[in-house]
């Protein structure tokens, strides 16, 4: 799935550049001010420095001159100390802009993700957005500073030498204005293949994440299975990738500065064979050739960050791409313009005549119809990919139907605001959500402020709270990251309490059940007909002994409903789908 957005940049330089100003740099414009100052406080000084071994050689040291001498020591250091403050400020007031840049992007992709639909996901792996998330945009940061720390510095630095190079001796500079034409050819070209590099390099760091998360995140599969070598391959190969982009970048970017500083070698020694005929011949003073020297000499190192300055800047435009695409994505559900908040007097669920096409082209269910009454309970069981799990991602719009509409209590769920919406609705998945917090935290989840005796009136309900209770912490235990410490039953008892909880008039049950042994599945079996009560429920179900009791049995095939009952009508028809299915669980569990 590509990332959609109202208008892309074209990739060139300066709508990057004007897009970055205008959005973000100029929130900071007196941290820039001040940086900016600083640095032509660094260039002065340095300009000055050069400026002044004219004086020192023929008025100090060639006449003997001690008074010069000293009043040139003396502004030297003055000059240094001066540099060395301005640096720091500068330094200081340009990665604050920075950071502070970085922060902004981050806080808007990761709104604009949340926003994105489930497919947005599928798409786009969690390592490839964290990626975006933190080396891109670290890159970004570096190439932006970089144009005021060697674009404003280094070329304030180039103008101050250059123009005490006039001052020395016009012709001798004349004749430096040859580098310029040399250099302008490598360095397009070099800053050309950087970003090409930098952006294949930036690509191939994304696959090496996600497939770092991935592993990490099933690390229990990946040694379960002995497939650690099998994965240390596939890492290999990702490294292996990443650092072929990486030395192609590293090998422009170590070309480039010894290209221009061949050339800049030459230039000097034709400078140095035409200085050494014009002071033989009298034109040309010791010490206006020697504050000349100084000044080319010092040009060396601001040209060289002139230089790489294109190569970071290409870098950084590259990871501004990427960042820009996340940011223009167009959040493919959004709240309608005269959309108003869900009001349930009755929750009803209804599909009217509804299909779900997923972006992939793949259609999961086909032309459905099904009303569901306020407080029922309606189970859907089908083989697999029958659109079980589809059909409860409508409901609170994680993906929108592509024909016919999904009504909650009279209502399209496309005519009110989604927050609403989901406030009705409260969702257990056979994935599991553990987050890296407390047990009380994780039940709280959505609802920070819930007093401990309803955390824990939820989890007995849930019958999670004995497993608690006999944890060191009980109810302050931290999880860890995806909840390792637990069995996938206590996760799954954690998540219905954090269900019950919500206390949503709506409940999704996506084989909530499946990670269960045969004790826990009794318990929370008996939790859930208690937390039934009073709400509409939708359960989809792999182990039909754990939906005998619903309401209606829907058997979905292929994304149609096949047939329908409740589970006694349902064994009733001889040859009937749903008494196929029964009779081989039936003799599964007999076996």
Not at 61 to 68: A, P, Q, S, T
Not at 281 to 297: K, V
Not at 463 to 489: C, D, W
Not at 497 to 509: N, Q, V, W, Y
């Amino acid at each position: 799935m590509a990332l959609h957005g109202h208008k892309r940049d074209t990739g060139d330089t300066w709508p990057l550049l004007r897009r970055i100003g205008v959005q973000y740099l100029r929130h900071y414009w007196r941290d820039l001010v001040w940086a900016g100052m600083a640095m032509l406080v660094v260039a002065a000084a340095l300009g000055l420095q050069a400026h002044l071994i004219q004086p020192l050689f023929d008025q100090g040291l060639i006449l003997g001159k001690v008074g010069v001498i000293n009043t040139v020591i003396f502004t030297v250091v003055a000059l240094t100390v001066g540099r060395g403050v301005a640096g720091y400020y500068q330094l200081y007031y340009m990665e604050s802009v920075g950071q502070r840049m970085v922060a902004s992007l981050q806080e808007q992709m990761y709104a604009r993700t949340l926003g994105q639909n489930l497919g947005f996901f599928v798409a786009h792996p969690t390592g490839s957005l964290t990626s975006r998330f933190i080396s891109d945009l670290q890159r970004l940061k570096y190439g932006v500073t970089q144009i005021f720390n060697s674009g404003l510095r280094d070329g304030g630095t180039v103008i101050g030498l250059f123009a005490n190079m006039l001052y020395q001796d016009v012709k001798l500079t004349m004749l430096t204005m040859v580098i310029v034409p040399l250099t302008i050819i490598p360095v397009r070209r070099f800053g050309k293949l950087s970003r090409k590099y930098s952006r294949v390099n930036q690509e191939s760091t994304a696959r090496m994440a996600h497939h770092l998360s991935q592993t990490l995140q099933h690390i229990r599969q990946v040694q379960s299975y002995v497939q650690e070598s099998t994965e240390q391959r596939r890492m290999h190969l990702q490294i292996m990738e990443v650092l072929g982009s990486t030395l192609k970048a590293v090998k422009v970017r170590a070309m480039s500065s010894p290209v221009v500083e061949i050339i800049g070698t030459v230039a000097i020694a034709l400078i140095m064979l035409y200085a050494g005929r014009r002071i033989a011949d009298g034109t040309l003073t010791p010490g206006a050739f020697a504050s000349f020297m100084a000044s080319l000499i010092m040009l060396s190192r601001p040209l060289k960050g002139l230089t790489s300055l294109n190569n970071n800047l290409q870098e950084g435009l590259a990871a501004a791409q990427r960042a820009f695409e996340l940011i223009d994505a167009t959040p493919t559900l959004r709240d309608a313009p005269h959309a108003k908040p869900l009001t349930i007097t009755a929750s009803t669920i209804c599909f009217k005549d509804m299909s779900l096409t997923y972006p992939d082209g793949t259609t999961a269910i086909h032309n459905l119809s099904l009303t569901v009454a306020a407080g029922q309970t309606v189970a859907f069981v089908g083989p697999s990919g029958a659109g079980k799990s589809s059909l409860l991602n409508v409901v609170p719009r994680f993906y929108d139907v592509s024909h016919g509409s999904v009504e909650v209590s009279g209502v399209d769920v496309r005519e009110v605001t989604l927050k609403s919406l989901r406030r009705h609705i409260a969702l257990v998945s056979q994935d599991v959500a553990i987050f890296d917090d407390t047990i009380a935290g994780n039940i709280a989840y959505g609802y920070p402020k819930s007093t401990p005796e309803a955390i824990e009136a939820a989890a007995k309900a849930a019958h999670a709270h004995e497993f608690i209770v006999q944890l060191p912490e009980g109810y302050r235990t931290m999880l860890g990251e995806n909840g390792l410490k637990l069995s996938g039953g206590q996760k799954q008892r954690l998540a219905l309490a954090r269900a019950i909880l919500k206390d949503a008039p709506i409940l999704l049950l996506d084989e909530a059940t499946a990670s269960l042994d045969t004790a826990s599945e009794k318990a929370v079996q008996a939790a859930l007909e208690k937390a039934r009560k009073g709400r509409t429920t939708l359960v989809v179900a792999h182990r039909l002994s754990t939906i005998v009791k619903a309401d209606l049995i829907v058997v979905l095939q292929e994304g149609r409903i096949a047939e329908q009952g409740t589970h006694s009508a349902l064994l009733a028809k001889k040859g009937g789908l749903y008494a196929k299915l029964w009779a081989l669980q039936s003799a599964a569990s007999a076996s």
